[in-house]
Structure formats: C-alpha cells, structure tokens
C-alpha cells in the first residue's frame, strides 16, 4: 500500500513539475551578430523558466526566422527578444567606426556585440599637431571630451597580432574617433556589459 501511494505521490509531482515547463526558442548553431537568422539556425526546448526569464515562446519561433542576430548568438542558448532586431546597424544618425587594438588594449574578459563603452583620446601616436582637435567645432574625443559609444562587432587578431573592434557612434563624432584610431590614440573604457 505504501508504494502504490509513493508512486501517486511522484506521478503527481511529475506531472506539476512538467505543467511549469514550457516551449522556448533555442539558438541551434552559432550565429555572428548582423547575420540573417535562418531556421535552421533554431530549434525549441522545453523548459522550467525561473522568474524573470524572458526567452521567446517556441510559438513564435517563425517570427524570429528571417531578422538579424543583434549580438553574437551561441549554439544552445535560450534566445530573448532583446537579441534579435529587424535593423541593421548602424541606424540612422550613427556610423561605425573599425578600431585595431593591441590585445594587451582590451580588456581581460574581451569585448563583445552590445557592450557599452567610452572612448577616450589618448596622447602620443602620431604628431599631436596632426590632431583635428579645435576642427568643426567638434565635441568628440579630440576636443578633450570622451564619446559614448558601443560594440558593434568584434573581428579575431590579424597577422600582427591586431583585434580590430567596430564601435557605433553617433555620427557627428565617427570622423574625430576615425582620425584617433589612424593615429593610435584610442583608448576603451567599458561601462557596461552587454546583457547587464
């Protein structure tokens, strides 16, 4: 008698475990930020979703086929809202700007697609008096004053060595920051971190 009622009892915990479970869209393969999400680059998984967790119902898998991977997107995880976008960057009033660091630049933990920074002109490089500071009445980097920016994309180290990181800026100091990373005198400072 007391096993028939433990195997009721699990049968009923069973079954509310599985009530509280729910269809979710998976990312299936990797996906670079920019890039068209195509079907086969998703599939659905049930899961036990905590509070706060804002994956994209697996009912709606069809709607994300076709817009673009606002961050990189890794096999295996759950996807959220927040990761897909129908524009592509840079959007209007932005431009982005292709920066090449020294890996001993960046930070330890990397950059990644979304992460919030400053960019900060720094002395040296080139002959300071090439500096267009003073030029257009700028209020970018080269007038003394950092410009928010954001990671738009990340590409690996090139023969040299060189991480070059696409930053999104507004446009009105894509030009100054162009002119500082020519010179080498940009400098990151990260003020958020995407999904944070």
Do not use: C, H
Request: charged share 15%; net charge positive.
């Amino acid at each position: 008698m007391a096993i028939l009622a433990l195997g009721v009892l699990a049968n009923v915990y069973l079954f509310r475990a599985s009530s509280d479970r729910t269809s979710v869209v998976r990312v299936a393969r990797d996906v670079a930020v920019g890039q068209p999400i195509t079907r086969a680059d998703l599939d659905t998984a049930v899961v036990a979703l905590g509070p706060g967790v804002r994956a994209i119902p697996g009912g709606q898998l069809g709607e994300v086929v076709g817009r673009r991977a606002a961050v990189g997107l890794r096999a295996g995880t759950l996807l959220t809202a927040s990761q897909v976008t129908a524009q592509l960057t840079p959007g209007p009033g932005q431009a982005l700007v292709a920066v090449p660091f020294k890996p001993s630049q960046l930070p330890p933990r990397g950059l990644e697609p979304g992460t919030q920074v400053r960019i900060v002109a720094t002395s040296g490089g080139q002959d300071d008096a090439a500096s267009p500071a003073g030029q257009g009445g700028s209020s970018g980097p080269t007038s003394g004053k950092d410009v928010a920016g954001a990671v738009d994309a990340v590409g690996g180290p090139d023969a040299d060595g060189a991480v070059t990181v696409s930053l999104l800026v507004a446009d009105g100091d894509a030009s100054a920051v162009a002119r500082l990373a020519a010179a080498g005198r940009v400098a990151l400072v990260v003020t958020s971190r995407a999904g944070s």
